[in-house]
């Protein structure tokens, strides 16, 4: 058994062990019928060592998530048909008649599809005279109804069909024809009932599976009136005339050549040649980096020793030049407090020559940053975006008229 293993990196760990799904990032043996993996989280992204059992690996729901195309073509393509042809009513308003060997007449169609279908309710009375294709129009709407996934079994009472209703048992399904090999529809032929015992049982079950179908049909009808009328108030909003409440002028910062101020704007070249050095410098020691950057999580890449199991959570930062300041947010240093056990910051300088990385930074959080506090809004009364405005001249002292 310790020769097989029965998971490999790469592949995705679910089931009750966790409360979330992990990543295999290693997987070694631990003896007999158990191994040691390590594990990192998908949506958490913090590492840890399980030691698992066979028995505990059986229990688990383990996804690859690499495709090895190894399927079959054919059920693939077998697969792809049936679902296109369980969602082609919503493009052809008449698919159960394309696919039906009839040939309805137009009272038929306007009864099937301009009055049953959009009516709320699936308990109809149809009637006509003799011969006026009821049996088309039943059929037709028991169609359109299964397609839409509206009905499951069609209720259909056939005299004489023993052993269909009994008291206490649920009723058993069959395929009946009777003269109608177009349709082919899964029916429930039900005996009438002979005591009352039998009788009053039927007409329970019966009321039952017509109130549960009624209310189904009835919900669905309004969620359609519901968007229906949405599509009809998006169809005409228009531009009204427009009411101007105050004018607003902008301009580049007044600083933003200052040296300052440059360093806010993101250089991605100098940003992707850190990046690079960084994780070359990693993957140099045998580690398995993973890029996280674009996760926001507060620190750009994780870096994992496959011997010891030990992950680092490294933040990466670039300078063009050979000097320079580096900036945190918010979030990197919060996550720098919390996890001073395994938080690195790399600091590449030079970028637009030479980079070179400098000696990592353990633990920066004990280091004493410099806190940078800015004006975060301006605030206004809303009476003075209505009212006129009014210019004047400033005074020439900035602190009014000089008077002492």
Same mark, same amino acid.
């Given at each position: 058994?310790?020769?097989?293993?029965?998971?490999r990196?790469?592949?995705?760990?679910?089931?009750?062990?966790?409360?979330?799904?992990?990543?295999?990032?290693?997987?070694?043996?631990?003896?007999a019928?158990?191994?040691?993996?390590?594990?990192?989280?998908?949506?958490s992204?913090?590492?840890?060592?399980?030691?698992?059992?066979?028995e505990?690996?059986?229990?688990?729901?383990?996804?690859?998530?690499?495709?090895?195309?190894?399927?079959?073509?054919?059920?693939?393509?077998?697969?792809?048909?049936?679902?296109?042809?369980?969602i082609?009513?919503?493009?052809?308003?008449?698919?159960?008649?394309?696919?039906?060997?009839?040939?309805?007449?137009?009272?038929?169609?306007?009864?099937?599809?301009?009055?049953?279908?959009?009516?709320?309710?699936?308990?109809?009375?149809?009637?006509?005279?003799?011969?006026?294709?009821?049996?088309?129009?039943?059929?037709?709407?028991?169609?359109?109804?299964?397609?839409?996934?509206?009905?499951?079994?069609?209720?259909?009472?056939?005299?004489?069909?023993?052993?269909?209703?009994?008291?206490?048992?649920?009723?058993?399904?069959?395929?009946?024809?009777?003269?109608?090999?177009?349709?082919?529809?899964?029916?429930?032929?039900?005996?009438?009932?002979?005591?009352?015992?039998?009788?009053?049982?039927?007409?329970?079950?019966?009321?039952?599976?017509?109130?549960?179908?009624?209310?189904?049909?009835?919900?669905?009808?309004?969620?359609?009136?519901?968007?229906?009328?949405?599509?009809?108030?998006?169809?005409?909003?228009?531009?009204?005339?427009?009411?101007?409440?105050?004018?607003?002028?902008? $301009? @580049?910062?007044?600083? +933003?050549? &200052?040296? /300052?101020? !440059?360093?806010?704007?993101?250089? %991605?070249?100098?940003?992707?040649?850190?990046?690079?050095?960084?994780?070359?410098?990693?993957?140099?020691?045998?580690?398995?980096?993973?890029?996280?950057?674009?996760?926001?999580?507060?620190?750009?890449?994780?870096?994992?020793?496959?011997?010891?199991?030990?992950?680092?959570?490294?933040?990466?930062?670039?300078?063009?030049?050979?000097?320079?300041?580096i900036?945190? $947010? @918010?979030?990197?240093? +919060?996550? &720098?407090? /919390?996890? !001073?056990?395994?938080?690195?910051? %790399?600091?590449?300088?030079?970028?637009?020559?030479?980079?070179?990385?400098?000696?990592?930074?353990?633990?920066?959080?004990?280091?004493?940053?410099?806190?940078?506090?800015?004006?975060?809004?301006?605030?206004?009364?809303?009476?003075?975006?209505?009212?006129p405005?009014?210019?004047?001249?400033?005074?020439?002292?900035?602190?009014?008229?000089g008077?002492?």
């Open positions: 058994m310790d020769s097989v293993v029965p998971m990196p790469g592949q995705i760990l679910q089931g009750s062990l966790f409360n979330e799904p992990m990543r295999v990032e290693t997987v070694r043996p631990a003896g019928g158990t191994w040691v993996a390590g594990l990192v989280g998908t949506k992204e913090r590492f840890r060592s399980v030691t698992l059992t066979f505990q690996i059986q229990s688990l729901k383990i996804t690859s998530t690499i495709a090895s195309y190894d399927g079959d073509g054919r059920l693939l393509r077998l697969g792809l048909q049936a679902y296109a042809l369980g082609a009513w919503k493009f052809d308003p008449y698919f159960g008649l394309s696919i039906s060997r009839v040939d309805p007449l137009p009272h038929q169609l306007s009864a099937v599809y301009d009055y049953l279908l959009k009516l709320p309710r699936v308990r109809f009375l149809l009637a006509d005279d003799a011969g006026a294709g009821k049996t088309i129009m039943a059929g037709l709407l028991i169609r359109e109804l299964k397609l839409r996934g509206l009905a499951g079994l069609t209720v259909k009472p056939v005299p004489g069909v023993p052993h269909c209703f009994e008291p206490g048992r649920t009723p058993t399904a069959l395929r009946h024809h009777e003269r109608e090999p177009n349709w082919k529809l899964p029916q429930l032929a039900a005996r009438y009932p002979r005591s009352s015992t039998d009788r009053e049982t039927a007409e329970r079950h019966n009321l039952e599976w017509v109130a549960q179908a009624e209310a189904r049909h009835s919900e669905l009808s309004v969620r359609r009136e519901r968007r229906r009328r949405e599509l009809e108030r998006q169809q005409t909003v228009s531009l009204q005339s427009v009411e101007r409440l105050t004018s607003v002028v902008v $301009t @580049p910062h007044p600083e +933003r050549e &200052a040296p /300052d101020v !440059r360093r806010l704007r993101p250089n %991605y070249e100098t940003e992707a040649a850190a990046m690079r050095v960084a994780m070359e410098f990693e993957r140099a020691q045998g580690r398995v980096v993973t890029d996280v950057h674009d996760k926001n999580l507060g620190y750009d890449i994780t870096s994992l020793d496959v011997n010891s199991g030990e992950l680092r959570l490294i933040e990466i930062k670039g300078l063009g030049a050979a000097t320079g300041r900036l945190l $947010t @918010p979030n990197e240093r +919060r996550v &720098a407090e /919390d996890r !001073r056990d395994c938080y690195l910051l %790399y600091v590449v300088t030079n970028c637009d020559k030479q980079p070179q990385l400098q000696e990592p930074i353990k633990d920066p959080a004990r280091i004493p940053w410099h806190e940078v506090i800015k004006v975060q809004h301006y605030w206004l009364e809303v009476n003075a975006m209505t009212q405005m009014k210019v004047s001249e400033p005074d020439s002292s900035p602190y009014g008229d008077n002492s």
